[in-house]
């Protein structure tokens, strides 16, 4: 569900982009006075890999010819806090825009607060942890995930086609986009919860703290050991990134499927000078356009190569992220105490 460009205007794309930028820097301040314990940081620089891997496998809808992707938020949020989780789904999309040239630059603001902002700040506060925080089982966490995961994706999916709306663009006009995103991004959310909810129960029986610190808003105890945890997540991002995304669909995902079954095409031109400006930028960051080589025909290395490269430019930029932030509250802390 990563916008193009082309589905924004100037005007929608850059009020968006100043609206995420704020959430974020909102997030900052909350995470340096309440949230984030040390032993999250890893796990923070470590899910930021996880999912960027993850949402590069694309499953297929059967019977419609559209795929889908894992979003994150939910994930995140669920294993390191609201704030926390914004800032790493925000550095994965920036990765994803700038290196790989997944989503639009102009549309980058648009995209945290859809796939950010709505998941782990509106949906996982109101849903998953009102669910879950007075008793947690694995039962409650599955329904919970799955609640959350599907109510994001629709929220999302909406606040693209109110985008594109406000944006003007005339091409997909209001009633037909709604019934098509809607109803394909259901079926998305659907799988999405069910890969959720078993990766947190899986996370919740083999260090249960990791879970329940998040929704008591408690830190973990210096006594747990979280290494192992961190070394399984480090694999399954290996594997995903490095082998999975080898089979993924190759089908439009839920966004190209109703642009194309809306317009006949899966993507629209862009037009007008910020657009072109945002493109040229864009053209001279990516590394490797689609997760994959520039040049056709240099082999099929190209999707492991940019998600192991991903992965890694995004644990380096979340971890960054974390351990910046951390080091900010102790100094506080310090100065505190020498007052």
């Not at 938020?73 to 700038?98: D, E, K, N």
């Not at 990791?210 to 594997?239: D, P, Y």
């Amino acid at each position: 569900m990563h916008m193009a460009d082309a589905l924004l205007s100037p005007a929608v794309g850059t009020t968006m982009c100043a609206i995420s930028a704020s959430i974020n820097v909102l997030a900052v301040n909350k995470i340096k006075r309440e949230e984030l314990c040390e032993k999250k940081i890893p796990i923070m620089a470590v899910l930021g890999a996880f999912v960027f891997a993850t949402q590069m496998i694309n499953f297929a809808i059967p019977g419609t010819g559209s795929s889908g992707h894992i979003g994150g938020g939910i994930l995140l949020a669920a294993l390191i806090g609201a704030f926390p989780a914004l800032l790493s789904i925000s550095a994965v999309l920036i990765i994803q825009c700038l290196f790989f040239a997944d989503g639009g630059l102009l549309a980058i603001g648009c995209n945290i607060f859809n796939l950010g902002v709505i998941p782990c700040l509106v949906v996982y506060p109101l849903v998953f942890r009102s669910l879950v925080c007075k008793s947690t089982t694995t039962g409650r966490i599955t329904f919970a995930t799955i609640a959350s995961a599907v109510i994001a994706l629709q929220l999302g999916a909406f606040c693209v086609v109110l985008e594109t709306l406000f944006s003007g663009i005339t091409s997909l006009p209001f009633a037909t986009f709604t019934l098509l995103m809607q109803p394909i991004h259901l079926a998305i959310g659907i799988v999405e919860g069910i890969v959720t909810a078993a990766i947190l129960c899986f996370v919740y029986k083999f260090r249960p703290e990791i879970l329940e610190s998040t929704i008591q808003r408690a830190t973990i105890n210096k006594s747990i050991q979280t290494k192992w945890t961190l070394v399984i997540l480090a694999c399954a991002t290996l594997l995903l990134g490095g082998i999975a995304s080898l089979f993924v669909s190759s089908a439009p995902d839920g966004l190209e499927w109703a642009i194309w079954k809306t317009t006949g095409v899966t993507e629209l031109e862009a037009n007008g000078k910020v657009s072109e400006v945002a493109t040229a930028i864009q053209d001279s960051t990516t590394i490797m356009p689609d997760y994959n080589f520039r040049e056709p025909g240099e082999g099929k290395a190209g999707k492991p190569l940019a998600g192991l490269l991903g992965g890694t430019m995004t644990l380096f930029l979340a971890g960054a992220c974390a351990y910046t932030i951390s080091a900010i509250k102790k100094r506080g802390r310090k100065k505190q105490t020498a007052c």
